[in-house]
């Protein structure tokens, strides 16, 4: 699988849109970019994906450059309940036995 | 009406115990994962199941034992606990071998005095 970098952590004003960059340069034709989110104590979430064109969900949308190096997760009016790590990971989809790879994510603090 | 479900929610023990961690998911997948986060907050697989494959992390020690009494059981037994055990391990389910389709349970976090 591709590797992700994602920045360690960053801010976000209640009520503000949230933009969370990830580079994945090395992306294969095949991989999809996918977004999960871990809130404190609690299992990790799935929130979107997409291979190259751009997605949006109830709960996020998803911009992928048009080389698919890199791409952003936009969570539109960040609310406290936001505040979690975010991963970004790159796979091929139905990706096989084992299982996804969780980098470091980036933490999102969201203030009120 | 909880999807994937762990218990015990928190499990303290002592070194050299035997234990077990039961997860059970309602989802009608056909997959099934444990995860461990260590301290560092990293998240490792350890083992990916379904009801024709078992896969296990070459890292894991084999003290470490996924058992799966049907498709929507995977329960993982753990002999001769050691401190560095101590962790929280998440369950999760797919459909196939499936990435977007992961639904985690809410842990357990095992802590090995």
């Known amino acids: 699988d591709a590797k992700t970098t994602q920045p360690t952590s960053m801010d976000c004003a209640e009520g503000r849109a949230a933009n969370l960059p990830c580079n994945h340069s090395t992306i294969s034709g095949n991989e999809y970019v996918y977004w999960y989110r871990q809130i404190h104590s609690q299992g990790p979430q799935y929130i979107i994906h997409g291979l190259k064109n751009n997605e949006t969900n109830e709960m996020a949308s998803l911009i992928i450059t048009e080389d698919r190096k890199s791409s952003t997760l936009i969570l539109p009016h960040a609310t406290l309940r936001d505040t979690a790590v975010y991963y970004c990971?790159?796979?091929?989809?139905?990706?096989?036995?084992?299982?996804?790879?969780f980098g470091k994510g980036t933490h999102l603090i969201i203030q009120p | 009406d909880t999807a994937v479900s762990q218990t015990p929610k928190y499990l303290v023990t002592q070194m050299g115990n035997d234990k077990s961690i039961k997860c059970e998911q309602n989802l009608g997948h056909d997959t099934m994962y444990w995860y461990k986060q260590d301290s560092k907050k990293f998240l490792k697989i350890m083992f990916s199941?379904?009801?024709?494959?078992?896969?296990i992390n070459e890292t894991v020690p084999n003290r470490f034992s996924p058992k799966s009494p049907d498709k929507a059981h995977l329960n993982l037994h753990i002999n001769s606990l050691e401190l560095g055990d101590s962790a929280v391990y998440f369950c999760?389910?797919?459909?196939?071998?499936?990435?977007?389709?992961?639904?985690f349970g809410s842990g357990t976090r095992l802590t090995v005095v």
């Open positions: 990971i790159v796979r091929v989809e139905g990706g096989g036995a084992d299982g996804l790879t």
């Open positions: 199941y379904n009801n024709k494959e078992l896969i």
């Open positions: 999760a389910s797919s459909q196939d071998w499936g990435v977007a389709g992961y639904t």
